[in-house]
């Protein structure tokens, strides 16, 4: 029997990882629109969320501070660093900020903040922190429909309930993951800034940290959308592995 070898892949074609990250964009984008009405009836009805005890839907569902007024460096990296769409979505959709500010946004400042060591006024900074702010607000957009959805394994549906502790250390793993592609794409067009190779190599010591405690937090938040989420941000060799061996998501959505 003649075997079949694949084709060289041409040269100009991107690293599959690369591919699997611009589906996993995708498909946060698509799932989005999906459930943007069911989001928004259960942010009017300020209901408190069955899964996730102590959660304020209201809290949730803000949307992040914005970028400084004329910070055009800032959002050309988030463009550069593919990432127009992860900021952008939820200054469109979120809700009116309050002064209230809950357990998301805490971790998504101290995510910035760790990697950033008092760094400021640059527009890879300024980018880092936006991103960071962000991924509060995805992770509260999911949290919010969470209990609409199923396991992320067995499809089932109604996860058990979580604490809010795993939203928020959801918010940090999502954060760090985005401010690495931040960081990467700030340092293709500028390599000889001490204080962002500084970050980036905090981004890169704070993954290798977190990855052992990965898959116990992805059992937790076990929800499909949640765990994509994380699962598809998050810098770990588990990043793909539902691409991998083929994804539920099309069984569901």
Request: charged share 20%; net charge negative.
């Amino acid at each position: 029997m003649t075997s079949l070898t694949l084709p060289p892949r041409p040269p100009s074609s991107p690293p599959l990882a690369h591919a699997w990250q611009k589906l996993a964009d995708g498909l946060l984008i698509q799932r989005l629109h999906l459930h943007l009405d069911e989001w928004r009836a259960a942010v009017a009805e300020k209901n408190a969320l069955p899964d996730v005890p102590g959660a304020d839907v209201s809290v949730l569902a803000q949307r992040p501070s914005p970028l400084p007024a004329g910070d055009e460096s800032a959002t050309a990296l988030l463009e550069d660093a593919g990432l127009a769409f992860w900021w952008e979505l939820p200054q469109r959709h979120g809700a009116e900020s309050r002064n209230r500010r809950g357990a998301l946004h805490h971790a998504a400042d101290s995510a910035a903040q760790n990697l950033l060591a008092e760094q400021s006024g640059a527009a890879w900074s300024d980018a880092v922190t936006a991103v960071s702010g962000a991924a509060a607000w995805w992770v509260g957009f999911f949290a919010i429909i969470r209990h609409r959805g199923v396991h992320h394994i067995t499809l089932e549906p109604h996860p058990s309930p979580l604490h809010e502790q795993a939203l928020g250390t959801a918010v940090s793993v999502v954060a760090h993951g985005m401010a690495t592609r931040v960081l990467e794409a700030a340092l293709r067009n500028s390599d000889d800034d001490p204080a962002l190779r500084a970050a980036y190599c905090r981004a890169v010591a704070t993954g290798i940290c977190a990855e052992p405690e990965l898959p116990r937090l992805l059992d937790e938040l076990a929800e499909l959308r949640l765990v994509d989420l994380v699962s598809t941000t998050a810098r770990w060799r588990g990043r793909f592995t539902k691409y991998a061996g083929g994804t539920g998501a099309g069984q569901v959505e």
